[in-house]
């Protein structure tokens, strides 16, 4: 469960680092996608009933820590100069 939050966006902040550079705007959409939790097409690839039931709770716990993880990295790309985290414009 830790690894899909906290590895995957470590892994695709080096394939990151290894490949052409992009626009900051994507390479943020990257990392932070890289930290969402696990999809619930969990559901999709288990086949029996004790499968399915440890896929809920991985996304049930994925979920929770989510709300921890995806902070920290937003935060480490607003420190890095990557997004805004300035007031939204009004319309």
Known sequence: ??????LSPLVALCLLA???PMDRMWTATALIM???PAAS????VAGDRAARRIGA???VWTVGLSALTIPVIVAALAMAGMVDLGPAPLP
């Open 57 to 59: 709770a991985i996304i």
């Open 18 to 20: 290894i490949l052409p």
């Open 41 to 44: 097409s969990v559901f999709i």
């Open 34 to 36: 890289a930290g969402v």
């Open 1 to 6: 469960m830790a690894g899909k939050l906290v």
